[in-house]
Structure formats: structure tokens, C-alpha cells
């Protein structure tokens, strides 16, 4: 089992940028990649970002440019860096991990709630 914890979600104003940050605990071991999806009222969930163990990395179409992703070298904390913020991102963000890259998340955070309004 795998453990995922988020933090850094809050209110920021358009046009400013915000850090999330997920700590992943358990068997990190069988992880390939970790990331990011996002959830707004009356919409599907959606992919935002993520990062195999290779650094290899996928955005979603609107963010790109915008947001990027980082691991840290133990494997363990996956860092989404979110710039340029509109209040169309304004939605409960969830740090999500997975065996394989191209499969469906195993494993949820509880999800944080990012809202983006002056």
C-alpha cells in the first residue's frame, strides 16, 4: 500500500502562483510515476501533470506552459509548481500514484482545494 499526502493548496489571486507539494509513504517501490489531477464542481477529473521515475513528464493541455513537475531524488515527494494561475484552475487538486505510466492511478490523496480569485 501507498500512502499519499497533500499540502500548499489555499487562495491565491489570478496571475500568481502557488506550490503543491505530495509525500508519498508505504511501498514507494513499486511507483513508477506520481502527479497531479484536479476536479472543479460539476466536472470529470481531470490529469494535470506527472512524472515517471525517469523524470519523464505529461501536462494537460491547459496548463502547459504554465505548470510544471518535479520529483525529489529519493523518489518519495512529488513538487507541482503552478505559475500564471486563472480561476478556470480553481478546483480540488489530488496527488494520484501509479504502477505504470500509461495506466490508470492506484493509489489517491485526499485532495486539496486550490482557488484561484481576486
Known amino acids: 500500500q501507498v500512502q499519499l499526502v497533500e499540502s500548499g493548496g489555499g487562495l491565491v489571486q489570478p496571475g500568481g502562483s502557488l506550490r503543491l507539494s505530495c509525500a508519498a509513504s508505504g511501498s514507494i517501490f513499486a511507483i513508477n510515476a506520481m502527479g497531479w489531477y484536479r476536479q472543479a464542481p460539476g466536472k470529470e477529473r481531470e490529469l494535470v501533470a506527472q512524472?515517471?521515475?525517469?523524470?519523464?513528464?505529461k501536462f494537460g493541455d491547459s496548463v502547459k506552459g504554465r505548470f510544471t513537475i518535479s520529483r525529489n531524488s529519493a523518489g518519495n515527494t512529488a513538487y507541482l509548481y503552478m505559475n500564471s494561475l486563472k480561476p478556470e484552475d480553481t478546483a480540488v487538486y489530488y496527488c494520484?500514484?501509479?504502477?505504470?505510466?500509461?495506466?490508470?492511478?492506484?493509489?489517491w490523496g485526499q485532495g486539496t482545494q486550490v482557488t484561484v480569485s481576486s
Open positions: 494520484a500514484a501509479q504502477r505504470n505510466w500509461n495506466g490508470f492511478p492506484d493509489y
Open positions: 512524472i515517471a521515475s525517469s523524470g519523464r513528464t
